[in-house]
Each structure stands twice: as structure tokens, then as C-alpha cells.
T-cell receptor, first 114, second 112 residues
Framework: DQQVKQNSPSLSVQEGRISILNCDYT??????FLWYKKYPAEGPTFLIS?????DKNEDGRFTVFLNKSAKHLSLHIVPSQPGDSAVYFC?????????????FGTGTRLLVSP | DAGVTQSPTHLIKTRGQQVTLRCSPK?????VSWYQQALGQGPQFIFQ???????QRGNFPDRFSGHQFPNYSSELNVNALLLGDSALYLC???????????FGPGTRLTVL
């Protein structure tokens, strides 16, 4: 039962272009969403998050969009840089328990070529 | 400011053995969560500790147990190891019930 899905295992873009990573979820109780970036031999690093009361959150080159009706969120990276090449995980949590467990997708490997 | 640290980095065990993995949270953090990441998958939540108590548990058997110490560090114990327990075990720390969790580099466990 995969509650958070990242249907694209990989994505290749050219440096300077936009990268769009997608994530779908099935649990309507999720109310907080996060994106993590993971380099080989390192743990996931927090990138950006969004609460379900918002539909957009921006931090520098990174913007996350949330469409609650479609249960879909996306991460936009503009402009993409070679250093952005990594595996990106979408994660979600339910707010009603107080202590959050994160439910992760399977990840999308982004390759940004010079 | 030290981030989340985990030990050991790598570990090789045989089926039926027991293993203990260790985690020190980021300075100032009091909550520790453990995740298992199998090859090609996203991290899966095992359990979370706060104030030395298990607060939440994922869908893992009782062979997986843990502990949190007064200094907030934590251990993950796995008994009767199976081949399927081979994975990267990640520890994450946070402050209280914050959603933002900081991950360590993980311990790579191989069960032969």
C-alpha cells in the first residue's frame, strides 16, 4: 500500500532549464509535505516543505506546489544546476498525532547535465 | 554544530544473529526516529522515541526494538536477522513534534 507515489524513477534536464518532480498521495489525512534530497552515501537532506493550508511555497530556486483536490504536489527547480543531481524524495505526514512519522515515496533520480 | 551521527557505518551479519545500531541526534534535538531504506525504495518508518518512550511505531515486527537514553541518543536492535533485513538504516532527529527531521548518513546492514 504505497500512500506516497513518485511515478518517475528518473529525470534528465539540461543545466539552466527547469526541473519538475512530481508526487502523488492517497491519504487525505496528510497535511504536511516535505521534499528531501539524497546524495550517495549520505542521509536525506531537508529541502523544502509545505503545509496543506498553502498551495505554494518558495525558497530560492526551489518551489513546491500543492494541489489538494488532485492529491498532487510538485517540486520545481529553476534554474537547474549540475549540483542538483541527486535522488529526490517526497514525504508526507499527518498532523493529528503530534509526533510525526514521515511516509516517503520511492524517489526520483534527477540528473542535470552541463 | 554536529549533525546526526550513526555508528557503525557498515555492518555484516549472518542470518539469526542480533545487531545493535546507534544514533546521536543533532544538538538540541530530543526526538529520534528510525527508518529502513531497502534498495531502490524510499525510507520506511520503523519507530520514534521521545522522552525515552516509543511514541509511534510503523509496520515492523517485534524483532525490531529500540531504546532512547537520557542524553537523547538511541539504539535500534534487530533480533533473529533475516536476509530481508539487509538495508540502509537511517536515524533522524527533530525537536519535539516538529515535522522537520534531520537525517544521519545511515548504517548499511548486510545479512548473509
Amino acid at each position: 500500500d504505497q500512500q506516497v507515489k513518485q511515478n518517475s524513477p528518473s529525470l534528465s534536464v539540461q543545466e539552466g532549464r527547469i526541473s519538475i518532480l512530481n508526487c502523488d498521495y492517497t491519504n487525505s489525512m496528510f497535511d504536511y509535505f516535505l521534499w528531501y534530497k539524497k546524495y550517495p552515501a549520505e542521509g536525506p537532506t531537508f529541502l523544502i516543505s509545505i503545509s496543506s493550508i498553502k498551495d505554494k511555497n518558495e525558497d530560492g530556486r526551489f518551489t513546491v506546489f500543492l494541489n489538494k483536490s488532485a492529491k498532487h504536489l510538485s517540486l520545481h527547480i529553476v534554474p537547474s544546476q549540475p549540483g542538483d543531481s541527486a535522488v529526490y524524495f517526497c514525504a508526507a505526514s499527518e498532523g493529528n498525532t503530534g509526533f510525526q512519522k514521515l511516509v516517503f515515496g520511492t524517489g526520483t533520480r534527477l540528473l542535470v547535465s552541463p | 554544530d554536529a549533525g546526526v551521527t550513526q555508528s557503525p557505518t557498515h555492518l555484516i551479519k549472518t542470518r539469526g544473529q542480533q545487531v545493535t545500531l546507534r544514533c546521536s541526534p543533532k544538538s538540541g534535538h530530543d526526538t529520534v526516529s528510525w527508518y529502513q531504506q531497502a534498495l531502490g525504495q524510499g525510507p520506511q518508518f520503523i519507530f520514534q522515541y521521545y522522552e525515552e518512550e516509543e511514541r509511534q511505531r510503523g509496520n515492523f515486527p517485534d524483532r525490531f526494538s529500540g531504546h532512547q537514553f537520557p542524553n537523547y541518543s538511541s539504539e535500534l536492535n534487530v533480533n533473529a536477522l533475516l536476509l530481508g533485513d539487509s538495508a540502509l538504516y537511517l536515524c533522524a532527529s527533530s525537536l519535539g513534534d516538529s515535522d522537520e527531521q534531520f537525517f544521519g548518513p545511515g548504517t548499511r546492514l548486510t545479512v548473509l
